[in-house]
């Protein structure tokens, strides 16, 4: 597949030139050379006219009423087939264009198109033998060698092709292209020796050029050869010390060799090269943690690599970027903070960045540096959902409530292609309001979560727990307070809520149950948790005991119902 759409292209490229060539074409016209007589030469002018004006319909219609007039209109012919690629019919051009060659087997401009068709068809042997012909008319063409040789690697035939680039390196001289080329034949028949003589060849062509001493030094150090790639490399150093790529080539060298403490110390040295550019430094710092047992092995190696990269280019983001990534996966967040802020001191447009920052502020609970620097990156960058769901976590946690609910209204309209993301923001939501009392858009908010997720064990004990404060719909809030303990049956939070619900039901002697678990896994610290055992106690006719769970509530010095005081002061259950 990958063959025929090259092959495609360079029929494109091909059907370019020739378009290129009307005028010369056309000029040509009156001739008997294309087969053409006198008595069709106006029907030509006209339909090249039209061809080159882009009519391409009545250039169509005229060039095969040329042919109407000559059936050996050889010109025509090749027109019409320019004309049926430009329709993307291949099959039709290759007719028009056969036909071109036959009459005129001479004329190298339908013999490339031909040519070029034939192969989009992987007629590969058939094309060999058309750019022979081609080669044959125009034997001081460099291209016309190229298009051989493609012709012949197509065909299966690498040594053909070789043969070809040998004769025009021959003719023209020695290049990197071609060297290349017969260096990826040669490496394809799996002959490392011959491509390693074809580089060796470039060398000796052009003793100056360090750029190819790389390839080969990299050839040697492929094949075992690692003396001869040491010694490349210091001919690298000693044709230009300030080669911005040979310390990382050396480098790489004693890693393969099993000498890590002189690759890096080659590392730092290309790390200190000015010339070496910022990319490069990056990527091999990249890997140093993409693999965490790597990174784990050598991260004081990443940290003096970083900074030496700081030092080297201190004004530019990209150093202190990759620093605050090490950093960050360092666990020192506070230093990967003073990071992040100085890449955006330098380039704010990175919206990768500010999220990155934002993350660090909520790991280091900072809630006022987190809101501040979530409302500048919703400024920047207004369609970016993550940020208002930062700025909405903060004023949830404030209890700003209408704050919270505004920003968050906002940013889950930006929320695409991410049930998770969406997930959170309507979790927020529905809590936010029903905090300022619209249980209306609270429930729906809610019931779009358990259509995302209906295992979201939050949601389902929190809507329980607001429709039992509001005495609606008990069945349906102990159905979903029962799937909460279902999903985590030791979450105190979860076994209080079902319990309460039951107690709203009257359900009482299994609403005790449920809260004692709820004690005992934890909740003997929470007023709300201490308050429903009692009030459950109470309606069990246990009021000694309901009596000491809401004096244990009200010690706990937070929490618990506006009435809370009055059980305690009066003795008794108040709802």
Known sequence: MIIKLRILVLVIFTLFIFSCKSGEKLSKATGEKDGKPKENTSVYYDATKAYITGNFEEAERLYKKCIEINNNDAASMFELAKISLLKNNRHEALIYARQATKINSGNKFYLLLYGSLLQSFEQYDAAVDVFKRVLELSPNNPDYYNRLAVAYIYAGKNDKAIETFNRLEEKFGITEDISMKKQNLYLQQNKPEKAIAEIEKLVAQYPKETHYYGILAEMYLNNGMNDKALETYHKIEELDPDDPYI?????????????????????????????????????????????????????????????????????????????????????????????????????????????????????????????????????????????????????????????????????????????????????????????????????????????????????????????????????????????????????????????????????????????????????????????????????????????????????????????????????????
């Open 247 to 575: 310390h990382v080539s050396l480098a790489d060298y004693y890693k393969k060799s099993g000498e890590d403490k002189k690759s890096f110390e080659e590392l730092k040295i290309g790390f200190s090269n000015k010339n070496l550019d910022i990319d490069t430094k990056v990527q091999i710092l990249l890997s140093y943690y993409t693999a965490n047992e790597y990174y784990e092995d050598n991260k004081d190696e990443a940290f003096q690599l970083a900074e030496i990269l700081i030092n080297v280019h201190p004004e530019n983001p990209k150093s202190w970027s990759i620093y605050g990534d090490l950093l960050y996966q360092d666990n020192r967040f506070e230093d990967a903070r003073n990071a992040f802020r100085k890449v955006i001191s330098m380039d704010s447009s990175k919206y990768v960045v500010w999220e990155q920052l934002l993350f660090i502020e909520s790991q280091l609970e900072e809630n006022e540096a987190l809101l501040d620097e979530s409302l500048r990156t919703i400024d920047l960058f207004p369609e970016m959902p993550l940020p208002y769901l930062f700025a909405g976590g903060v004023y949830y946690v404030e209890k700003e409530w209408d704050k919270c609910v505004d920003i968050l209204s906002v940013g889950v309209n930006y929320v695409v292609n991410s049930p998770q993301l969406k997930e959170q923001f309507l979790t927020y939501l529905g809590d936010a309001y029903n905090q300022v009392g619209d249980n209306q858009k609270s429930d729906k908010c809610y019931d779009e979560v358990l259509q995302i997720n209906p295992n979201n064990d939050f949601v389902l004990n929190n809507y329980a727990y607001y429709l039992s404060l509001r005495n609606e719909r008990l069945d349906k809030a102990a159905e979903m307070a029962k799937r909460s303990v279902d999903l985590k049956p030791n979450s105190p939070a979860n076994l209080d809520t079902y319990g309460w619900v039951l107690y709203m039901k009257g359900n009482f002697s299994d609403a005790e149950f449920l809260i004692k678990n709820a004690l005992d896994n934890g909740g003997d610290k929470d007023a709300d948790v201490l308050e429903h055992y009692g009030d459950i106690l109470w309606k069990l006719d246990r009021e000694d005991e309901a009596l000491q769970y809401w004096q244990k509530a009200k010690n706990t010095g937070g929490g618990g119902s506006k009435n809370l005081d009055r059980k305690v002061k009066e003795k008794k259950l108040v709802e």
